[in-house]
């Protein structure tokens, strides 16, 4: 991608910031913006990408700026959208027009060193912040000059980093999408997976890990139901992908600090886990009871904390009882629901919650839709894939000894059973 200009706008389209690359965008043309944006925001056809001549604006409105890039060619446009993101967002951790006004000079020096002829260069904002700096905008010591890292193959981590103790920590965390319907059938299941880590590790170490044998990447699928079948794999940019294409060993020169090394899907062998099964009962121009069950299905040494259960009640709904033995139960009426909140169900264990609504003594109109009930929880210690780490190992030069740390967790993500 090529940009030919990179401007900061405040909200009524006054130029902020303006920095033109090679065939840059006269100013006359962005003065054009503002109107532009305007009219299409009137006749309903505005998107993030508006066209005037032969010149596209990519914009994004962030608080009380737009960041506007201008483009004369054909350019990926979604790896332009996520270049503003990463480098301004990331960098200044929030954005706004007073902090544009402040840092000005820190922008443009910024603008100039991640870009070459409208071509980004540096797209590292650790890096890029080891050698631009808010209070000089210069290095700290020595001659001026690039950060090791620039020039390098590893673009994403320094030289000389140390630390008193080397340990490295992983974080399993999985989402389960569930969609279940009336008459109890799974209309939808996934688990939405990320491993993120967070390296404290000296020098510059070479971690390699291994999944248990069940774990497949869409590669000669096999006859076994216990088998993890991986989709939509993503790699953070430090993994070694020719060795994972050989070995099916993920290899790779760890960034320093957080970070997420991939993010996955999963749509063989989802299941619930928490279960919960609710039967309504109407009594016309009286009443409806609603007896709501749960039930843990995992291992007896597990346990979910944190559960909510939100069970849509109708509009003219009063006069609410409760009854249940396990956690509490609230009535929400701004929001037609009934929140069951359990601090935690060990595996195997079931309850259940009765709730008294009174009803009007004559019906609406128009019958109410059924929205459904939503589930939120979490469960430590496990991996609703089956996914397990088989080992770690981290080498470095210097020999030191590392320890490795790795958590599991599962949670609720779009969970909902349909009444």
């Avoid at 006359?28 to 993030?48: A, H, R, V, Y």
């Avoid at 010591?141 to 590893?154: H, K, L, S």
């Avoid at 839709?369 to 470095?396: D, H």
């Avoid at 000894?401 to 958590?407: F, N």
Wanted: proline share 5%; charged share 25%; hydrophobic share 40%.
């Amino acid at each position: 991608m090529a940009f030919s200009a990179i401007y900061f706008l405040d909200n009524k389209g006054q130029v902020l910031i303006s920095r033109n690359y090679r065939g840059g965008v006269e100013m006359s043309m962005i003065e054009n913006f503002m109107p532009l944006l305007l009219s299409k925001e009137e006749d309903g056809s505005l998107n993030p990408i508006l066209k005037k001549g032969t010149v596209y604006f990519l914009w994004i409105k962030y608080k009380n700026i737009y960041m506007v890039c201008t483009m004369k060619r054909n350019t990926n446009i979604s790896l332009s959208f996520a270049f503003l993101f990463k480098i301004f967002i990331e960098y200044f951790g929030d954005l706004e027009q007073e902090s544009i006004q402040d840092n000005f000079i820190l922008i443009y020096e910024l603008l100039d060193e991640i870009m070459d002829f409208g071509y980004p260069q540096i797209t590292e904002t650790a890096i890029l912040q080891e050698y631009i700096t808010q209070e000089g905008y210069k290095l700290k010591q020595g001659v001026p000059r690039p950060p090791a890292a620039v020039t390098n193959a590893v673009s994403w981590r320094s030289e000389g980093i140390k630390y008193r103790r080397n340990e490295l920590f992983m974080d399993v965390i999985e989402s389960i999408n569930f969609l279940v319907n009336a008459r109890g059938s799974v209309v939808h299941g996934e688990i939405l997976g990320q491993i993120l880590m967070n390296c404290c590790l000296s020098g510059m170490p070479e971690v390699s890990l291994c999944f248990n044998d069940n774990v497949l990447f869409n590669q000669n699928p096999r006859e076994n139901v216990n088998a993890v079948d991986f989709e939509d794999i993503k790699f953070h940019t430090c993994v070694q992908l020719s060795r994972f294409e050989n070995e099916r060993v993920i290899s790779f020169i760890p960034p320093d600090k957080d970070f997420e090394l991939m993010s996955y899907r999963i749509t063989n062998r989802v299941r619930p886990f928490l279960m919960v099964e609710a039967a309504v009962q109407r009594y016309a121009h009286s009443r409806m009871e609603i007896t709501a069950k749960v039930k843990g299905q995992f291992k007896e040494r597990l346990t979910a904390t944190d559960i909510a259960i939100i069970i849509p009640v109708p509009s003219d709904a009063s006069s609410p009882k409760f009854g249940t033995a396990k956690g509490c139960v609230e009535w929400v009426p701004k929001d037609n629901v009934i929140i069951w909140s359990v601090n935690s169900i060990k595996g195997g264990k079931e309850f259940t919650m009765k709730a008294h609504l009174g009803l009007p003594s004559v019906e609406a109109e128009e019958p109410e839709a059924k929205p459904p009930i939503r589930v939120k929880f979490k469960i430590q210690y496990l991996a609703a894939s089956g996914l397990q780490i088989k080992y770690v190992r981290i080498i470095e030069k210097s020999t030191y000894e590392a320890t490795s740390w790795v958590r599991c967790l599962t949670k609720s993500g779009d969970f909902q059973i349909r009444m």
